[in-house]
């Protein structure tokens, strides 16, 4: 009997990183031809994140481009809620649909990204008509919505960031979500999401993933759900790093163990290396609040100094052999977008910034870094 495409890309997410490592090394001796996920295909699954200007835009270069290069996608936008349902029971699927169809064309493993959020969730949802909406309402709009887009989907994309950002270093996020719902809204996703596909790949995302006191609490919460009959199959980490801040390697490290140890598929969500000097060093405020413009936080507004972009390649490789090392425990590495052009950091914390964090320059060449990651499976 032939298998269904979706039932090969849960088997192949969830069983890649035992492959015999005799077959990786065989492979690091053929002719590099072909694009980076092959280089890790008997490590792990490779993929990118896609936007939604190049949904729009439909950019046929730069979606060539991540077709050769990665076998995994996530959508870096098109698929969070107030993408998919701005308005009460108001769903619009343009862009999650160009994004699956495209992973479909592609045989990608397409990771849906995100069903619950306290983030880019239209305030409606919270609401019931100028009063905060009650606990059971909430539950039902959860629901809906999570059962709604997954059975849409349930046949192309085989993994879910269920729940995002829920928890600081060793505790809940004060969200709408816990405020209305209270700490077993949670689950209640979880259980949602199975319902809708029971065997569905579902995943609890975050960063600073690499926080003792946040790994403590994350494990702490899926193991209530496993006493509860509810199933977390994996944690995404999503390693925005640094050049010389961090995570550092050790601490990564210590993460992708303890969390394998709790039975979790580790998958590296969100991949990129800041290469500017930390904004917050120089001026403070809360998240969200854009800061003035500043030579000192914007120094490589032209172009990558040498020295600097040959430090990224030297970060890029410790990360990758690190991931490497641990294939084992690690389903997927996906970077936050492909060409430096297109990267949220540009804008984050401070717009305006010009900012090199990925693979591929503004004219979509590969940059030293794409080669330290690529030449690393070939020494």
Same mark, same amino acid.
């Given at each position: &009997? ?6 090969? $890309? ?11 490592? +005799?077959? *990786? ?20 699954? +490779? ?44 769903? !619009?699927?343009? $862009? ?11 045989? &990608? ?23 905060? *909406? !009650? ?9 809906? @919505? ?44 979880? *259980? ?15 960063? =600073? &993933? @690499? =926080? ?15 006493? &509860? ?10 390693? @925005? *790093? ?16 303890? %969390? ?15 290469? $500017? ?16 413009? !500043? ?13 600097? !972009? ?8 410790? +990360?990758?052999?690190? %991931?490497?090392? @641990? ?30 964090? +990925? $693979? ?20």
């Amino acid at each position: &009997m032939r298998q269904t495409r979706r039932k090969f $890309l849960v088997q192949s997410a969830l069983g890649i990183g035992a492959m015999p490592f +005799l077959a *990786a090394k065989i492979r690091a001796s053929a002719v590099i031809s072909s694009g980076l996920a092959e280089v890790f295909k008997d490590d792990f699954h +490779l993929g990118t994140a896609i936007s939604d200007a190049t949904l729009k835009s439909d950019d046929s270069t730069l979606l060539n481009l991540i077709a050769r290069e990665f076998n995994t996608i996530t959508a870096e936008n098109a698929m969070k809620w107030e993408g998919l349902q701005p308005s009460v029971n108001q769903f !619009s699927w343009k $862009l999650a649909d160009d994004f699956v169809n495209f992973g479909r064309k592609n045989n &990608m493993l397409t990771v849906g990204h995100t069903l619950v959020w306290h983030s880019q969730t239209p305030d409606y949802v919270f609401k019931n008509k100028a009063s905060p *909406a !009650s606990r059971e309402i909430l539950l039902k709009r959860m629901q809906h @919505h999570i059962g709604t887009v997954i059975d849409r989907y349930k046949d192309s994309v085989a993994v879910w960031d269920v729940v995002n950002e829920a928890i600081e270093q060793g505790k809940w996020r004060r969200s709408e979500w816990l405020k209305i719902i209270g700490e077993e809204y949670f689950g209640k996703a979880f *259980a949602f999401a199975r319902d809708a596909d029971p065997t569905a790949h579902l995943i609890y995302n975050d960063y =600073n &993933m @690499h =926080n003792p006191d946040k790994q403590n609490f994350v494990i702490s919460q899926v193991n209530k759900c496993k006493k &509860m009959g509810i199933t977390v199959d994996g944690v995404g980490m999503e390693c @925005h *790093a640094t050049l010389d801040e961090g995570p550092p390697v050790n601490e990564i490290e210590t993460a992708i163990v303890n %969390f394998a140890r709790a039975g979790l598929k580790v998958h590296i969500s969100e991949l990129d290396v800041d290469v $500017l000097p930390s904004a917050w060093d120089y001026q403070g405020a809360e998240i969200d609040v854009n800061y003035d413009y !500043s030579e000192k936080i914007n120094p490589f507004k032209n172009a990558l100094p040498r020295i600097v !972009s040959a430090k990224l390649a030297e970060r890029y490789r410790e +990360l990758f052999e690190l %991931f490497v090392k @641990h294939r084992d425990k690690i389903t997927r590495v996906s970077f936050w977008g492909t060409t430096d052009d297109e990267s949220w950091k540009n804008d984050w914390p401070v717009e305006g910034r010009t900012n090199y964090p +990925l $693979l591929f320059d503004r004219s979509r060449s590969p940059k030293d870094a794409y080669f330290a990651v690529r030449n690393l499976k070939s020494q």
